[in-house]
């Protein structure tokens, strides 16, 4: 079993189960929509826009939601449920449809990521699991998205495994990672499950093992001379740039590559810059200057414009938690109920009423100009509807796209958004309106 | 496979992959010792202790080491590996040493929580997973262990599933919480996996899919008429609480017990005494008030201090995803090779050379003085040394004790640690000092 595998239907909460129950027991199960969507704030939300993920794995789940023996033999011995409750959940398979944004999809607070539209006790059943898989895959594609934004072309790998909240969000961080446009990452599990490109330097720990740094590095080159990355910074960065300098010329001479440097302590402008001027006076100007520390996007952002000649970075621990936002305020609401709109009052936490879809506005000079959430049925003039039908009786519409082609679908719309709101730092809004059904809609809810 | 079980050594950084390579293509591969603890960033520190946890899963994974044929299959078609290091790694096992402080161990920055020693490319191979592991197992089980030391008594129970990074974390933060000392958990693998009691309520969902609040309440009650909680703010919280006192008459006269109510949104302190009040002066004294809605530590004590009228708090998202700090600055750094001492220098991440002990001052009035951070063969005075031998030649040295007996003896310490050192606020410090030899063999190190 892959360590990214739906463990099927007891990934929940326990009450979506005893509500469940109920809904049973009172024969209470009409057709209901649920949206999926991101509750702003505007007064703490720092990112400008977010890339809707994690809906591929959700699709596989539905298609595998099943409970199995050992885990209904579980839910019997809490003396909870009754015998024609279990045998009702042992037979229970998900026959509803999927409404979804594709993987990859740049959208805003408020906007539906995805609507279910089911018999309510199997709509119900699936909140936690949506929630929690949508929502750590939209938090790193996103957080990952802005550290590409922020690197401005350089390259960019995933260091974050280490210190990911576990493994499934180790795995999350690759696969999203890559999806923004990083070029690789250290986690081999997730280039095994994924197809991603690996790549590594060395750690501290690697150059203490010989009797000095130069011995280190040959050591390391001679068993990868084609793929080798020095790390200079285990006694003094500039002395290791100079010993990595005398290596690069010994491996020239034998007509090999070294590829570069890592810098992993310190002032990073201020040493990617003496040594970019060492390497280049000596006649190497391919070999480039990689670093790692405590990168996110604000920290590429600033070392960047103050000038550091770095090529790469290695993106961690800020990345893989997204520290600076760990979670996202991804909410699972019943907006529809045998054909009535539902709509939430509790203070602070109202929600729209109503099946919706969102329409987005180009400005014909290849730029996003303005979203309309709307009904699902509206139909507004020049505008793209977002959503689609991706999964119709339990069963998907279409496979799976390649991680490439959402890796490029992603990198298309990010063209087009304004720059503004690609911001890093204090982005500009994008309009989100609302249509007028959706508002007339509103007066008729509950 | 249990969504908990260890997936082998590919849950790892490429790196350690390589320089094993080149460790074993150069014959180098002398006993090693690397020591794992928190870094201590004293300005940004806001926690006054630290649990240490995980290591009941490490020693299990520990056993279990070994590259299964379809993990070997893949590193081969990376292109980046010789036969003869695949065909070693297909045979190796973990033969190492263990030293640990026990699961549950309340400790300190800079104090290891566990050292491995084996040889360097068995010890290098594990730092990957070793750092995740441990990292998340403390990181959660201390944010836990504050959120009850909030709680100040209160009943707790674990709301996170929905929103942590992944169901990894989701699993780790149900079992930190129990060990903590909360008393179940909504995620419902947990319980499974982990024997935690299990508990929820109902969502406004619930409320909403009938024609009112009372049939909502009154369906929920007929099927769950021993475990009933009713989420009462969907519309308004006083007005819901009426409803509820109405549903517990009828129950009392068919001699059922409501428990109590659920808040959810709102100012909980006005409406928590509001409800206290009602129900008290209805001769429902016995039912509780519950609180949900992005509670932590932080959010409990302000409540509390301020007078609210809350029994149980469901804790979700900010405890998950320990928002405040969501990572702890874990490393592993080699600490000893061949028998030699030694040290890193790096700019700003000079370590400690050598294996090493804790050693724990009691004042003799059942609280704790102070910590001596020392060599792992040193002898302090009355002292209790913290570190013990786990793991001889790859095989555990006891069994996994009971999460039953880990709590108790994390509750246990928590009483003989002092006041100022628990503040949720701005924490007093804790002494730890580094022992004489352990500060001489630092002036001998490499």
């Not at 009409?30 to 007064?43: C, D, G, M, N, Q």
């Not at 002395?239 to 440097?261: E, F, H, K, T, W």
């Not at 979670?327 to 729209?352: A, C, E």
Request: proline share 4%; with cysteine; hydrophobic share 45%.
């Amino acid at each position: 079993m892959s360590p990214t595998a739906y463990p099927g239907p007891l990934f929940t909460d326990l009450y979506e189960l005893t509500m469940a129950a109920a809904f049973h027991a009172e024969g209470r199960n009409p057709e209901a929509t649920f949206s999926l969507f991101v509750r702003p704030h505007r007064e703490t939300d720092a990112w400008g826009y977010l890339v809707a993920a994690g809906l591929e794995e959700v699709l596989d789940a539905l298609e595998h939601f099943r409970f199995d023996a050992d885990g209904l033999a579980y839910l019997k011995s809490l003396d909870l449920f009754g015998a024609d409750f279990l045998d009702m959940l042992a037979g229970l398979r998900f026959s509803g449809m999927v409404h979804a944004m594709p993987e990859g999809t740049v959208c805003f607070p408020d906007e539906p990521l995805l609507e279910i539209t089911a018999p309510l006790i199997e709509a119900q059943l699936l909140e936690t699991y949506l929630i929690n898989t949508i929502g750590l895959a939209t938090l790193l594609t996103t957080k990952a998205s802005r550290c590409v934004q922020a690197a401005a072309g350089r390259s960019l790998v995933d260091f974050a495994l280490r210190r990911t909240q576990g493994l499934s969000a180790g795995m999350a961080t690759a696969k999203a990672a890559y999806l923004a446009g990083f070029d690789a990452t250290s986690n081999v599990l997730a280039g095994k499950a994924y197809g991603i490109p690996v790549a590594g330097t060395m750690a501290h720990s690697f150059v203490q093992a010989f009797s000095d740094e130069t011995a280190a590095f040959q050591a390391y080159a001679r068993c990868f001379p084609e793929r080798t990355i020095l790390l200079i910074d285990t006694y003094d960065s500039i002395a290791g740039a100079r010993l990595a300098l005398d290596l690069a010329r010994q491996m020239r001479a034998a007509g090999q590559q070294l590829i570069g440097v890592r810098l992993d302590s310190g002032d990073m402008c201020a040493q990617s810059r003496a040594i970019r001027t060492i390497f280049d006076a000596a006649g190497f100007p391919h070999l480039q200057i990689f670093a790692s520390s405590g990168f996110d996007e604000y920290k590429i952002a600033a070392v960047l414009a103050a000038g550091a000649a770095i090529d790469a970075f290695g993106v961690g621990t800020k990345m893989g938690v997204s520290s600076d936002r760990p979670f996202l305020d991804l909410v699972y609401k019943l907006v529809s109920l045998d054909g009535r709109p539902i709509r939430k009052l509790s203070s602070g936490k109202v929600t729209l009423a109503g099946a919706k879809q969102v329409f987005r506005r180009h400005d014909g000079q290849g730029h996003f100009a303005a979203d309309f959430l709307a009904c699902r049925d509206d139909a507004i003039a020049r505008c793209e509807p977002l959503l689609g039908l991706v999964m119709t009786k339990g069963r998907r519409c279409d496979a799976s796209p390649e991680l490439s082609t959402i890796r490029t679908f992603l990198a298309n719309q990010l063209q087009a958004l304004p720059a503004e709101v690609k911001a890093i730092q204090a982005p500009g809004p994008f309009a989100v309106r609302i249509s007028k059904r959706l508002a007339a809609l509103q007066r008729m809810a509950v």
